[in-house]
């Protein structure tokens, strides 16, 4: 999400004088090394060759997020703070929920944010590993329980500075933008189609009826723009949360996406993909 949304911000919005990227300094490379690495990529070809000038308001700030306070220098981070902060969550952080509505909901069962930190400086991992049960609760995983804890830590600690939530759903490739189709990564549902396309994946089992809500990257950046703007542009006293999701207007069930692809997937057992797709190859 992240190069799409630098690459989305340099290309469409020409007024912004600067981006500051947290980019974490590397055994043998320097951030300014890293920024570099990053912008010989394929996704900012166009910038490249039609606008190379906007490429120069890349700031790499050197980060490391396993530090206090992200490792980010005093410096640094005066003047960080006079910016707008955008969370990035994720639409399942409340699935002990039966109806999930734009708030911060109450973790149960009730631990603070620092306290479960504290946990995590001293404890080892078979002792936490015993915790873990209870500290989660009825949720499924530590990532939805991890989400939900930022989520009361930034209502916590915020203080004056300007936070939107954004909570996608399930993140998969490109709509529209930089190019249709695009990903750079096989995690999640990109990784499933891949594995059914080399024939590697061939059954799953899932309740029929549920639904696998997906949200193209690009749709998700723009929200993320947007929520950027309005909290800056006009101020609240509360956290504005966005929920960015496709299921209740497009719903997708399982019964569904097979049912519209069996044709796809006869065809990847007698044809399997040779190597993986990148759209770029062929823009």
Request: aromatic residues 8%; negative net charge.
């Amino acid at each position: 999400m992240g190069k799409v949304l630098v690459e989305k911000l340099l290309r469409s919005c020409p007024d912004i004088r600067n981006i500051y990227l947290l980019m974490r300094p590397k055994k043998n490379q320097n951030v300014e090394e890293g920024l570099q690495e990053l912008l010989n990529g394929t996704l900012f070809e166009t910038l490249r060759r039609d606008s190379p000038g906007e490429l120069t308001k890349m700031i790499p700030v050197a980060s490391d997020i396993t530090q206090p306070e992200l490792g980010i220098s005093i410096e640094d981070k005066n003047l960080l703070i006079r910016s707008a902060f955008i969370h990035v969550s994720t639409a399942y952080c409340n699935c002990d929920q039966t109806y999930v509505v734009e708030e911060i909901y109450p973790v149960e069962p009730k631990p603070k944010p620092k306290q479960v930190i504290a946990l995590t400086e001293w404890m080892n991992d078979k002792m936490f590993e015993q915790l873990t049960p209870n500290l989660i609760g009825d949720r499924p995983n530590t990532y939805t329980f991890t989400k939900a804890l930022a989520e009361q830590l930034l209502q916590q600690e915020r203080h004056s500075l300007l936070v939107a939530i954004v909570r996608p759903s399930i993140v998969l490739s490109a709509y529209k933008e930089p190019v249709a189709g695009w990903v750079d990564n096989y995690h999640g549902s990109t990784g499933l189609i891949l594995a059914a396309g080399k024939c590697v994946f061939r059954t799953m089992l899932c309740h029929e009826d549920k639904v696998a809500d997906l949200v193209p990257v690009d749709i998700l950046i723009n929200l993320m723009i947007c929520a950027a703007w309005r909290i800056a542009t006009q101020r609240t006293d509360t956290i504005p949360i966005y929920n960015c999701c496709t299921g209740q207007q497009n719903p997708i069930t399982y019964t569904r996406g097979t049912a519209g692809s069996d044709i796809w997937f006869t065809h990847s057992v007698e044809r399997p993909v040779v190597r993986s797709y990148h759209p770029w190859d062929y823009a």
